[in-house]
């Protein structure tokens, strides 16, 4: 049994608002060659079993997992889907690799959202369809009564949700593949048109298409064949209540659950002063501080002015989402963890270019499925 | 280090039934209960939820996982549901597998359910969706069709007659009516029922096909520390395999599954199985069609290709034969709530290894049974052995 883990490949397609020349399975291509090239392994012969994360509602197909195996050179191999996020997906590899039946494991998450005509309608369909259908919840209303109450019980500010925005936006300006780099001012962000208030217009992370393959080895596969292997030191995964009308509003539960579970790992129960940089759920802006909170990064109250401070920013004490996020990388549906993991394995490289952050040693990464989920994944990575 | 070894330790399951009353999230929450009481424990005691449900078309959920969560007893705990079609009965074992035997948790309750009936008119339109949507929807393939042109590539290649076929359906829905969660057991019907069934896509007709039904099943899985701790008689995982095909199943050699070889030999290597006609005691195959057992059997080298339907023709097959198969009733007998009618075939031998199959108790107390799944385009096998 391998006690250790390592990421020891990433390859990436993306990240585009639309790509009309190319069909999903493209995208998968072209991130996979470039995993597998990043790895030095031939899937055919090297990868021994194959896990891709999807949802059939996203893909227009059911029982998605058919159509998985062709792009990656996985047919008539081991190969399963996990209907969860990217983050699911690292951790189903990782568990696979520890078994000690698996030393080397492909991992391959995407999103194609332009291709969905009817995406607000598609995420209403997750809903009880008994309890809560029949009330027609919009899923942006739900985020916004959820921020809500978070802002009312942490006593954060709409400024200090808008900081996010602003942040992260700005931060994907040095991030050659995020497509939603910009310059925004406070006021642009909280004078934007609203959304649900008080979830405004801009505090939403819009969608983008792309596609990210990993490659993940055991601890003698990944020294023989990397010279750059990024370890996985915990991995938590947790589910809340799936009811609206039982869940905590203001807290997220299940992410300090989740964390518990990869910090148990790392034999740590505070990660402050542990953790060098993180790359969190943004895709609307103060989910990024209500998760810094429930992760045990910040207190709670705190998240909001100390990234209105400066202290979450790029040259912060503690950076939070320098690859710009989901706000500025786009909400890749399943793949959105695999996208905040990927940032975290190219920064614990140095290969980060004009973002790089310097002395960096640990990095988290958390995901959550979105509305109405409660649903959400940790990984804490090491170089 | 060697592997950690995994057991069942409890099994529970609903009727399987044409149109439940229950919600989805209800029949979830019962299996699970049912499993938890045989063997005594609490969701205290549990650490991790696998889940496996097959399209969320059926019951129009998207992320039908989430929606099912806390029926399957994953309130406040690490959850994941995986998928591979109609293989995933036979897939959420192996994910409650490597959850343990990877070290991170010790007790994991395993889940499936599949909920047909609220697709209306019928599910079957569901399954237009599964197919590409550029080279292959246009066409409107059922996939009834598409059964029929394997089942009589089977037959025509190996010179298989249809009343060689029909003997299966007449064994598993004879071995179903001692099942008291079956929906179609029978103890009266014969070859001449099967063959005077309505014809529904020749060489198809009603009687070799398996009932769209509703149901539930779950199992209790734990670390052999627990396990000894908790029951007299464990039953271990002894060997998981699964292997997914190429998506372009047009191309495919429909006569074999070589998806379900690669899957068994997978199996039997991790079990130390070197010939498992002589060391598997119990089968059960992949049943939704009675060609399909067959064609699975030769997949799982448990017959010669082509040579599957002898085990039916001189009595192995039955429930004191050799090596019985299905002595749960299948697919065809107790019925094919999807993922669930899979995961029903591990309960099975999890009940048969125990010696607590009641009427269907097969003779000789078997030391090793198998289960298998297929599903997506002909494309995926998933096998799971299991040994006291």
């Known amino acids: ?383 | 280090m060697g592997m950690r070894k995994v057991a069942v330790i409890g099994a529970g399951m609903t009727k399987f039934v044409r149109r439940a009353q229950e919600t989805a999230k209800e029949l979830t929450w019962e299996a699970t209960h049912m499993a938890l009481q045989s063997c005594e424990l609490t969701l205290d005691d549990i650490e991790a939820v696998c889940l496996g449900t097959a399209p969320d078309s059926f019951d129009g959920i998207h992320m039908n996982g989430e929606y099912l969560s806390d029926g399957a007893g994953a309130w406040d705990k690490p959850y994941m549901r995986s998928y591979v079609g109609g293989g995933t009965g036979v897939f959420v074992p192996i994910q409650g597998w490597y959850h343990i035997a990877s070290g991170l948790f010790d007790v994991v309750l395993v889940v499936a359910e599949e909920k047909m009936s609220s697709y209306y008119p019928h599910g079957q339109a569901a399954f237009l969706t599964i197919f590409d949507h550029t080279t292959e929807r246009p066409l409107k393939p059922n996939l009834l069709w598409i059964f029929a042109m394997e089942m009589n590539r089977y037959m025509t290649t190996y010179g298989i007659s249809k009343e060689d076929i029909a003997r299966v359906s007449v064994l598993h829905k004879r071995n179903a009516a001692n099942h008291p969660a079956a929906l179609l057991g029978d103890s009266e019907i014969t070859v001449e029922d099967v063959l005077n069934s309505e014809v529904l896509a020749w060489p198809v007709q009603r009687l070799d096909v398996s009932p769209v039904s509703d149901g539930a099943v779950a199992l209790v899985l734990a670390a052999e520390h627990v396990a000894k701790r908790l029951t007299d008689k464990p039953v271990w995982i002894e060997g998981v395999g699964w292997h997914l095909d190429t998506a372009h199943w047009t191309n495919r050699d429909l006569a074999y599954p070589r998806y379900v070889e690669y899957a068994a030999r997978m199996a039997y290597d991790m079990a130390g199985i070197k010939e498992p006609r002589k060391e598997i005691n119990i089968a059960e195959p992949y049943d939704p069609f009675d060609y399909k057992a067959l064609h699975h059997l030769e997949g799982l080298q448990l017959a010669e290709r082509g040579q599957a339907p002898q085990l039916y023709i001189d009595g192995t097959a039955e429930k004191d034969g050799d090596m019985p198969v299905c002595p749960s009733g299948g697919l065809l007998g107790v019925g094919n709530p999807i993922a669930a009618a899979g995961l029903m075939k591990i309960a099975e031998l999890f009940w048969q290894l125990r010696g607590e199959a009641g009427a269907r108790q097969v003779p000789g107390q078997p030391r090793r049974g198998l289960a298998q799944a297929w599903g997506d385009l002909m494309q995926v096998g998933t096998v799971v052995i299991m040994g006291r």
Not at chain 1, 258 to 268: E, P
Request: proline fraction near 5%; glycine fraction near 10%; hydrophobic fraction near 40%.
């Open chain 1, 1 to 383: 049994m391998s006690e250790r883990v390592a990421i020891i490949g990433v390859g990436w397609s993306g990240f585009r608002p639309v790509t009309p020349e190319v069909s999903y399975k493209e995208l998968i291509y072209e991130a996979g060659v470039r995993a597998y090239s990043d790895a030095g392994v031939d899937p055919r012969k090297d990868v021994e079993t194959f896990v891709t994360v999807a949802e059939d509602f996203h893909e227009g197909t059911s029982i998605f997992d058919e159509y998985t195996p062709d792009q990656l050179g996985a047919a008539l191999k081991p190969m399963h889907t996990i209907c969860g996020d990217g983050l699911h997906g690292l951790g189903t590899a990782y568990m696979l690799i520890r078994t000690g039946q698996f030393e080397v494991v492909a991992l391959e998450g995407h999103s194609k959202a332009s291709n969905i005509l009817t995406l607000p309608e598609v995420t209403a369909y997750a809903q009880d369809p008994v309890i809560n259908r029949p009330l027609r919840f919009n899923t942006d209303f739900i985020a916004g009564m959820e921020m809500n109450r978070f802002l009312y019980e942490s006593g954060t500010s709409f400024e200090q949700c808008a900081t996010v925005v602003t942040k992260n936006r700005r931060n994907a300006l040095y991030n050659p593949s995020a497509p939603y780099g910009a310059n925004l001012t406070l006021e642009e962000v909280l004078n934007g048109p609203d959304l649900a208030w008080p979830l405004g217009f801009h505090e939403k992370a819009r969608h983008a298409d792309g596609a990210v393959v990993m490659v993940l080895a055991s601890e003698e596969r990944a020294r023989f064949l990397s010279e750059t292997p990024i370890w996985i030191l915990g991995v938590g995964w947790c589910n809340g209540s799936f009811s609206l009308e039982s869940r905590e509003w203001g807290g997220l539960p299940y992410i300090e659950n989740a964390a518990r579970m990869a910090y148990r790992q790392l034999g740590i129960t505070n990660p402050r002063g542990v953790v060098d940089f993180a790359e969190v759920d943004d895709i609307y802006a103060y989910k990024e501080l209500q998760s810094l909170e429930a992760l045990g990064l910040f207190s709670p109250g705190e998240a909001g002015p100390l990234t209105e401070e400066g202290y979450t920013a790029i040259d912060g004490e503690l950076p939070v989402n320098v690859s710009g996020g989901s706000l500025g990388m786009g909400n890749l549906l399943d793949a959105n963890g695999l996208a905040r993991t990927l940032e975290v394995v190219l920064q614990l490289r140095g290969e980060a270019g004009p973002r790089q952050l310097e002395d960096v040693e640990i990095g988290l990464v958390q995901s959550w499925r979105g509305v109405p989920t409660t649903s959400g994944a940790v990984a804490i990575l090491s170089n």
